[in-house]
C-alpha cells in the first residue's frame, strides 16, 4: 500500500513540473559553423597567367575560398607559370605532377579534337558567342572526351576574353606588309592564316615572348590587351595590330580525374560551386579589363594603333579566312565533328 502510495506521489510531481517546465530542457544543437568538414587535403594549382591578369585573381580567388570553407584543405598556387607552362601542363596534369591548371583549349586540343573552338567562326556577336559556349551538348562533350582520353576532370571554363590582338615591332597597315614577318602564336590554330599572308607563325609560351621581341626573334605577337599590357611587351613593341581574328579563347579550369576521385564528395561539391561561381567572374572581370587595358597601352604607353576593324583591310582579311579556315577546321577536327559544331552555331544565331 505504501509502495503504491509512493509512486501516485511520483506521478503528481512529475506532472506539476511537466506543467511548469520544471523539466531539464532538452540540449539544442550548437549554431552551424558553415564550413566543410572532412580530412586534410592539399592540392597544387598552376597557371601561366601574368599576375594581375584576371584569370590569375580567379585562382588566387579560389585559394581564398576553398580554404575559409574548408579548413582541412590547402591550396598551393603556383602563378605566371613559375612551375609549368601551358606545354607542360598537357603533358603534367594528366599523369598528376600538378593536380589543378588553367589548361590552354589550344594546347590540348592538339589531343582532344573538340577542344578546338573554330576561332574564325561566324559569330554575330559576343552574345552569339556566349550562347554557344554555353551550349550543354558542347560542355559535356569536351569534359567527356577530355575525362576518357586524358584523365582530366573540368570543372569550369575561364576565357581570355579577346578582342584578339597582336603587340608588334612593325606598322602592319596592309596585307602586304605581313609577308616574311614572324609572328608568335601561342597554339596552332591559326597558323594556316598566318601562312596565308606570306608570315610564319612560331609557337612560343607567354613567358619567352617578351625576350623574343626584344631580340626580333618574333615582330609581333598574338595575345590579349591585358597579358601585353601587364608582362610589359609594349616596351619592345610600337603597334597594337587589331585585325578582328575571334572571340575568348577558351581555358579550362581543369583537375587531374585521379585527384578529383580521391576526394570525400563534399569537397566535390564545394570546389565545383566555387569554380562555377569564377567563371562568371572572368566573363565580367574580362570585359572590363580589356577595354581598360586597350586604353592603357594607347594613351599612356603610347603604343600606335594599326586598326583594322570595319576597314577593307579587315574585310580583306575575313575574305582570306572564310577562303582557308574551313579547310584547317575539317582537317583538324574531321568532317563529323565540323558539321556538328557548325550546326550548333547555327542553331543559336
Not at 13 to 24: A, D, H, I, K, R
Not at 91 to 110: E, K, S
Amino acid at each position: 500500500m505504501r509502495k503504491a502510495q509512493v509512486g501516485l506521489v511520483l506521478v503528481l510531481v512529475l506532472s506539476v513540473m511537466f506543467s511548469f517546465g520544471c523539466c531539464p530542457p532538452e540540449e539544442e544543437e550548437g549554431p552551424s559553423t558553415g564550413l566543410v568538414e572532412g580530412p586534410k587535403v592539399r592540392i597544387t594549382l598552376g597557371s601561366s597567367m601574368a599576375e594581375g591578369h584576371y584569370m590569375d585573381t580567379a585562382c588566387e580567388m579560389f585559394v581564398e575560398q576553398v580554404e575559409a570553407r574548408a579548413p582541412n584543405i590547402t591550396v598551393v598556387y603556383y602563378g605566371q607559370a613559375t612551375l609549368y607552362n601551358d606545354v607542360d601542363a598537357a603533358r603534367v596534369l594528366p599523369v598528376g605532377g600538378i593536380d589543378m591548371y588553367t589548361c590552354q583549349a589550344g594546347i590540348f586540343g592538339q589531343r582532344i579534337k573538340s577542344w578546338n573552338s573554330l576561332l574564325t567562326a561566324p559569330y554575330s556577336g559576343w552574345d552569339h558567342f556566349w550562347a554557344v559556349e554555353d551550349d550543354p551538348r558542347i560542355r559535356e562533350r569536351k569534359a567527356v572526351d577530355v575525362e576518357e582520353q586524358m584523365n582530366i576532370k573540368v570543372l569550369s571554363w575561364f576565357h581570355y576574353y579577346l578582342s584578339q590582338t597582336y603587340a608588334s615591332r612593325v606598322s602592319i597597315n596592309s596585307t602586304a606588309d605581313l609577308e616574311g614577318l614572324k609572328i608568335r602564336v601561342p597554339a596552332p590554330l591559326l597558323n594556316p592564316l598566318i601562312q596565308a599572308w606570306g608570315a610564319s607563325p612560331i609557337m612560343l609560351s607567354p613567358g619567352e615572348v617578351y625576350m623574343a621581341l626584344y631580340q626580333g626573334a618574333v615582330d609581333a605577337a598574338f595575345s590579349g590587351y591585358s597579358r601585353i599590357l601587364l608582362s610589359r611587351w609594349y616596351e619592345c613593341a610600337d603597334y597594337l595590330w587589331e585585325p578582328t581574328v575571334g572571340y575568348g579563347a577558351g581555358y579550362a579550369f581543369a583537375m587531374n580525374l585521379d585527384k578529383w576521385n580521391s576526394l570525400p564528395p563534399q569537397y566535390q561539391e564545394l570546389i565545383l560551386e566555387i569554380a562555377q561561381e569564377l567563371e562568371q567572374f572572368c566573363r565580367e572581370q574580362g570585359a572590363i579589363d580589356d577595354e581598360r587595358d586597350r586604353t592603357i597601352l594607347i594613351e599612356e604607353k603610347g603604343m600606335i594603333e594599326c586598326d583594322w576593324r570595319g576597314t577593307p583591310l579587315q574585310d580583306e582579311w575575313d575574305a582570306k579566312a572564310a577562303e582557308i579556315m574551313e579547310a584547317a577546321d575539317r582537317a583538324i577536327l574531321g568532317d563529323e565533328l565540323y558539321e556538328w559544331y557548325v550546326q550548333i552555331i547555327e542553331e543559336h544565331r
